[in-house]
């Protein structure tokens, strides 16, 4: 990148509402970035709202109305969040009994939430049960029958989708893909299992079987990963109706929809997708005989992914001989992987730009680390940043809004941040900077 280039905010990267000022100060919603940290300490995350209903309603909108769209809730979750989400009238997938409390203390409509998960338990499965939760996605024979004997313990008739392997294979990193076989979710449609599962939901009598689900992997920029698997689950839909005479009105075919995390990226066009999408799930279930059914998406890093920004502040600078004749410069910040554990988990890449003024220097190669006494502890590892980033200045990683605070620890007795929502020139502290305090709170 050149050194003007640095100072460039890429539009597909950055929240919608970025911009940079004439003194080269960056602002979100109007709300210039130093005076939040001014306000509100660094780290601090930094979500325009604005950005985020925008992209609920985009997704409401290609996928033929919000009642279509299930916001999962693991990529980013508060009170705040979820009554954005119910205010754009999308609908909520929850991962954990946590998740769906703070989803009902939120006030949000129990019977727009769907419950996911491998290994629920009862507790999460009897609250789903006696707080009216729309779907629980079964994930096992086990979870079949134990939510059939609370159902019915409850005296209430729960509806419910199996959650089916379709066998295919995303390009995406091993450890978020999860639609092949020998992984821990779901049942396997190549096996016949999500056949005899759904069979036995069929049969239950305090279960209502209405769809089945498939999640073909996270972060996807590979559309026909998402055909492909409909097409599988709905040879499914087929016997279904064929062999047990029930037409199921519906299939979540779950989220993965990639982001730009670089400049060099595009995010996955949505529109598109959803468009071919619908189309084939319609010429394939009208080939098969069977009625085509309502599609169901769950988007969650491409709703609160793009719109969210970390401001660290530099603190050291130093220069690393790598050999004879290369040289690396360390900036770190106060921040790290116990905010962002992506980078480490993952290989993750992100976009870093200096937001308290305009950077002039030549590029160096440079690394961006963490303050974490740990030597992966590296944000972004390899990159050309100007020579002129000195301690005190602020950086911004964008595109943070999904599993970062989500997925933050405690390394180091390290706070979790601030998180920050802007909108319309207006700044307001959604979960306030943990402290000491909150970490000896928890001793006996």
């Known amino acids: 990148m050149s050194e003007s280039d640095f100072n460039d905010l890429p539009a597909h990267v950055w929240p919608r509402n970025a911009c940079r000022q004439e003194d080269g100060v960056v602002t979100i919603a109007g709300v210039p970035l130093p005076e939040i940290v001014e306000e509100y300490g660094t780290p601090v995350f930094v979500v325009d709202e604005d950005d985020f209903r925008s992209r609920c309603q985009d997704m409401a909108r290609a996928f033929g109305g919000p009642e279509h769209v299930h916001y999962a809730s693991k990529a980013f979750l508060t009170r705040t969040i979820a009554r954005w989400v119910d205010e754009e009238g999308l609908s909520l997938d929850v991962a954990s009994r946590n998740e769906l409390e703070i989803a009902l203390r939120a006030d949000f409509p129990a019977d727009r939430i769907t419950a996911h998960g491998n290994n629920k338990g009862d507790d999460f499965l009897r609250a789903c049960v006696t707080n009216g939760v729309g779907h629980v996605v079964l994930d096992s024979e086990q979870e079949l029958v134990d939510l059939d004997t609370i159902a019915a313990a409850e005296g209430r008739v729960q509806k419910v989708m199996i959650r089916v392997k379709p066998g295919i294979e995303a390009h995406t990193h091993e450890f978020i893909a999860t639609s092949h076989e020998d992984q821990k979710f779901g049942f396997s449609l190549a096996s016949g299992s999500a056949f005899r599962a759904a069979e036995a939901a069929v049969r239950a009598e305090n279960l209502e079987l209405v769809g089945l689900h498939c999640h073909v992997g996270s972060q996807v920029f590979d559309a026909r990963g998402f055909t492909a698997a409909a097409d599988r689950v709905l040879s499914l839909y087929s016997r279904i109706h064929a062999e047990l005479s029930v037409q199921l009105p519906e299939l979540d075919l779950g989220g993965g929809y990639g982001i730009a995390y670089t400049e060099d990226e595009q995010p996955l066009n949505v529109d598109k997708v959803a468009h071919d999408l619908l189309t084939a799930v319609a010429k394939t279930a009208a080939e098969l005989g069977i009625e085509a059914p309502a599609v169901l998406v769950e988007p969650g890093r491409a709703i609160a992914g793009p719109g969210t920004v970390t401001v660290y502040e530099v603190g050291t600078v130093k220069d690393v001989t790598v050999s004879e004749d290369e040289q690396r410069r360390y900036l770190s910040v106060d921040g790290g992987m116990s905010d962002n554990i992506r980078p480490a988990l993952y290989g993750s890449l992100y976009d870093a730009r200096v937001v308290s003024r305009f950077t002039e220097g030549a590029e160096v190669s ?52 601030a998180v920050v929502t802007v909108r319309a020139g207006k700044s307001k502290l959604m979960l306030r900077r943990e402290t000491v305090e909150d970490f000896l709170a928890l001793e006996g």
């Open 366 to 417: 440079s690394r961006l680390v963490g303050s974490h006494c740990e030597s992966g502890d590296i944000l972004i590892r390899d990159a050309a940043f100007p020579d002129d980033i000195v301690p005190g200045d602020l950086i911004a990683l964008a595109a943070t809004g999904a599993y970062a605070y989500a997925m933050s620890s405690r390394y180091n007795a390290v706070n979790r941040p």
